[in-house]
């Protein structure tokens, strides 16, 4: 899922006036709170079965060539075994709960991280522009 900060030109001109390092500092920071808000809408439309999706639910910052980024959906790390020996990991099955699956056993698709990202969309967008805002009005841009 792709979401691309357009709109506000001069905001983002000016934005893209400051040093890179700064534009780093500040677009994450964005991006990060932006996130903050998909995980917790995901957490909150994922299905509860053993608990473990939910909980393994996050996100991870990054930046490639001056764009910044950040990756939502499970974490490592959160694999448990059943009573049974069956190991479940999160991280493993987040794509066949999301869609569903055919198979031997099929299962309908639990959407929860594209709702969430549709609903949340334009609160996340003006999350971005506000603490890029506030970036360029602690860098002295404004």
């Keep these: 899922m792709r979401m691309q900060l357009s709109g506000d030109i001069t905001l983002l001109h000016r934005f893209h006036q400051l040093p890179p390092k700064m534009q780093k500092k500040y677009g994450r ?3 990060a709170k932006a996130a903050r808000q998909l995980v917790k809408g995901a957490k909150a439309r994922a299905p509860v079965r053993t608990g473990q999706l939910k909980k393994s639910l996050g ?3 990054r930046t490639y060539k001056g764009t910044v980024l950040a990756i939502v959906g499970p974490r490592k790390g959160f694999a448990t075994t059943d009573e049974t020996g069956k190991k479940h990991d999160p991280a493993r099955i987040a794509h066949l709960v999301e869609m569903g699956h055919g198979g031997p056993r099929p299962a309908p698709p639990h959407p929860f991280l ?3 990202m549709d609903e949340l969309a334009p609160t996340m967008a003006a999350t971005i522009a506000r603490e890029l805002q506030a970036g360029l009005g602690e860098a002295g841009g404004e």
Excluded: C, Y
């Design 114 to 116: 594209r709702p969430a």
């Design 29 to 31: 920071r964005g991006v």
């Design 59 to 61: 996100f991870r910052p």
